[in-house]
């Protein structure tokens, strides 16, 4: 079965960094767009940054940019969010996803889906 594994979520104070890792099994990134979305509780679910599978460019939410980064590691078939500057109002369950052959990432419409870890965040 296809599966992906979030990993590195836990509690930080604002100020904080936190980096996330999702291990995919039973399908190859290299071929799959990426994304990370996050949920809070009582709010919808939203992107946070993703990778079209053509790798040609990176997006990122207005309200993380400058802090966080996307990355991917294709021989360990693992994509990575380096999260710097946590805010209180980054706390939220975060998901990795991955979907085949899609450029427009940005939407949470994905074939494949983690997990989730939590982020906490502290005032």
């Known amino acids: 079965d296809v599966q992906l594994q979030a990993s590195g979520g836990g509690l930080v104070q604002a100020g904080g960094s936190l980096r996330l890792s999702c291990a995919a099994f039973?399908?190859?990134?290299?071929?799959?767009?990426i994304g990370w979305f996050r949920q809070a509780p009582g709010k919808e679910r939203e992107v946070v940054s993703c990778?079209?599978?053509?790798?040609?460019?990176?997006f990122y939410a207005d309200s993380v940019k400058g802090r966080f980064t996307i990355s991917s590691d294709n021989a360990k078939n693992t994509v990575y969010l380096q999260m710097n500057g946590l805010k209180p109002e980054d706390t939220a369950v975060y998901y990795c996803?991955?979907?085949?052959?899609?450029?427009?990432?940005?939407?949470?419409?994905?074939?494949?889906w983690g997990q989730g870890t939590l982020v906490t965040v502290s005032s």
């Open positions: 996803a991955a979907d085949q052959y899609r450029e427009l990432c940005y939407y949470p419409d994905y074939e494949h």
């Open positions: 990778i079209p599978s053509s790798r040609s460019s990176t």
């Open positions: 039973g399908v190859t990134f290299d071929d799959h767009a």
